[in-house]
């Protein structure tokens, strides 16, 4: 839909997405009720910076509040199960949220990316890629689960543009409609809490190519099994990336002899050096192989695809170095809200290790981090509400392997400050907590940046 004139719209969370949707509605002409479940105490000073003309509506979610209501826009971190969503689906009226909004209205070539892990990184490589290939007066925009959403700029954006879009699961659920190319880097046990099994949680990230045409592009990981049975569904061209050659006649990317290389199915081509990723960790080369195949579907010069690559060197809150003080490193890894980011993250980093766990669980399984504990032996600080779940995991498997130090506290102030406690010389403070961080903190970054601001005063 693009005409939203006189439409009454219900736009559910009141945070970021929810916001952008409120506004861009609202300017659409949309008769706007913005509701969240959290107090009106929280709001005061986002009331005052809204039109005038949204009626706002928090402390719950009234079944009210739907009457007479064409459509429910839902911010991504609202549950579809809560009752007022369950009433609404009875009524038959119309969900989306603002990522559906967005590609349905933008005359732009869209390059959307989704996965379990890696999302945020590969959304940062090709943005990178866009921005060296791309020429003025058009322009390349970088948001959706990251960054911004992209509804607030959707009178700026021309048809000419590139849009490079990380969607998460919870935006995909509700979508009918796919972006041009759409790259799914794997398909891993996630946000189980939400989507209860894995069948659920897979036919959301599904939605990224469901809704795909003929001349449109998919990019899937061979080396991932959960994405790479997507390519049954496939419309359009497919395109691949894995850490070996394809063995099959399949285009992708690879690595031989420490360089990037991009086969046609019969032609293969060295893009880059291995080296040339900034970023460390094995998880990383498969995102920039991801990045470089996303690349490639967009008909961007290989230059392009080096150029941008190598300029990625550091993104906030993941893996991020924040401080190197008398010889102790510290990492901030706040986006680590899977125990098998945790994993990945230990691999990347070689050295003493104090690590930091905790946060809200997602209903993952956490015996595959035990076992990689187990055997690495780091010092182990937990921290928040799933803290002592995780030391009972993590004990058990002690069973089986040699003891190792655990602490646990109620908040991350204190774990911190225990770090600071036994860090010694040569040794790397980590935090890649394996949980959300909802127990304490409105999201990641607040979370990264609370850890952030906690090493500074201590170093």
Known sequence: MRNWKDKKVLVVGAARQGLASARYLSNQGAAVTLNDGRNASHFFEIVESLDRDIECHFGGHPISLLKEKDLICISGGVPLDIPMIAEAKKRGIRLTNDAQIF???????????????????????????????????????????????????????????????????????????????????????????????????????????????????????????????????????????????????????????????????????????????????KHNQMNALAACSAGIAAGFPLESL????????????????????????????????????????????????????????????????????????????????AGEMIEEILRKDMVCGNAYQIDRFENLDNAVHRAAELATRNDIVLLSPGGTSYDAFTDFEERGEAFKDLVERIT
């Open 103 to 281: 590609l349905l209205a933008t005359d732009a070539k869209v390059i959307g990316i989704t996965g379990s892990a890696g999302k945020t990184t590969t959304t940062t490589f090709i943005g990178a890629i866009a921005k060296a290939a791309v020429k003025t007066p058009n322009r390349v925009w970088v948001g959706g689960n990251i960054g911004f959403p992209l509804i607030d700029h959707l009178a700026e954006i021309t048809e000419n543009d590139c849009v490079v879009m990380e969607l998460s699961s919870f935006q995909l659920e509700l979508m009918t409609v796919s972006p041009h190319i759409s790259v799914v880097l794997n398909i891993t046990p996630n946000h189980l809490d939400r989507h209860k099994t894995m069948a659920a949680y897979i036919a959301a990230k599904a939605h990224i190519i469901n809704f795909q045409k003929e001349n449109d592009i998919v990019v899937l990981n061979r080396d991932d099994a959960n994405a790479f049975d997507l390519r049954t569904e496939v419309t359009g061209e497919l395109i691949s990336f894995g850490h070996k050659k394809s063995s099959s006649s399949f285009p992708g990317t690879f690595i031989q002899n420490d360089q990037i290389w991009y086969s046609n199915g019969s032609d293969a081509t060295m893009i880059m050096p291995v080296q040339n990723i900034m970023l460390p960790g």
């Open 306 to 385: 080096r150029s941008g690559i190598q300029q990625v060197d550091g993104i906030p809150h993941r893996l991020e170095l924040i401080a190197d003080k008398d010889g102790i490193r510290w990492y901030n890894d706040s986006i680590a809200t899977a125990p098998e980011r945790v994993i990945a993250a230990m691999h990347a980093i070689d050295g003493p290790l104090i690590l930091l766990l905790g946060g809200r669980d997602k209903n993952l399984p956490w015996e595959p981090l035990a076992e990689v504990i187990s055997r690495r032996q780091p010092k182990i600080i937990l921290f928040g509400e």
